[in-house]
């Protein structure tokens, strides 16, 4: 299995351009997350989807912040307009159903926001 | 979900054992103690987890004591490969529950 695919791996972008990110979870996981990390902030949840379905968003920072599952293969994370504070790793995870839920992550995708 | 404490940086000797400690004083009956650790630009990865027992996979040791106030994870024989954040992490074992990642330990394999 090739883990969960994140792209792009780095997107650099001025203020107010919208941008998309992508992540294919492992196949067969029901349950998708989306991190950001900062140095100041480390590692916060910002939404997560059980069966394509999102379930608690309460960590999206605010409406320029839009996600969806429109299938159990994709995902997207989307900011519109960007700001430079919007500057982070932000990671895909994703964990199968059944027993112990443990998260397997992507390579994460390093924005930068100008 | 209860809060850990972590020391924020430990070195190891290479081939030595590391001895990560964790303190949750506050965890409750159901939550269990998970371990991920986070090697540079990468995303986090699962080590091993445990409810009261202590553990051990591949990767490490998971040991957590009577009162499960705390807990020892150990990488048996450190290699640079190890240098890490490790974080710990408790948790109620329902699904859409937040892992919650704090600091962590940052933890420098030395030759």
């Known amino acids: 299995d090739a883990g969960v695919i994140q792209s792009p791996r780095h997107e650099v972008t001025e203020m107010g351009q919208e941008v998309t990110l992508r992540c294919k979870p492992i196949?067969?996981?029901?349950?998708l997350f989306w991190y950001r990390q900062t140095m100041m902030r480390g590692l916060e949840l910002l939404i997560y989807?059980?069966?394509?379905?999102?379930?608690?968003d309460s960590g999206m920072p605010e409406d320029r912040f839009s996600a969806k599952m429109p299938n159990a293969s994709f995902s997207t994370l989307k900011i519109q307009p960007s700001e430079p504070r919007d500057s982070a790793v932000y990671f895909c995870?994703?964990?199968?159903?059944?027993?112990?839920?443990?998260?397997?992550f992507g390579s994460g995708t390093q924005l930068s926001v100008l | 979900d209860a809060k850990t404490t972590q020391p924020p940086s430990m070195d190891c000797a290479e081939g030595r054992a590391a001895n990560l400690p964790c303190n949750h004083s506050?965890?409750?009956?159901?939550?269990?103690v998970y371990w991920y650790r986070q090697i540079h630009s990468q995303g986090p990865q699962y080590i091993i987890h445990g409810l009261k027992n202590n553990e051990t996979n591949e990767m490490a040791s998971l040991i957590i004591t009577e009162d499960r106030k705390s807990s020892t994870l150990i990488l048996p024989h450190a290699t640079l490969r190890d240098t890490a954040v490790y974080y710990c992490i408790v948790r109620v074992e329902k699904y859409g529950q937040n892992f919650v990642f704090g600091p962590g330990t940052r933890l420098s394999v030395l030759p």
């Open positions: 506050t965890i409750s009956g159901n939550e269990y």
């Open positions: 989807f059980n069966n394509n379905v999102p379930i608690d």
């Open positions: 196949s067969g996981h029901n349950s």
């Open positions: 995870a994703s964990s199968p159903t059944g027993g112990i839920e443990k998260l397997f």
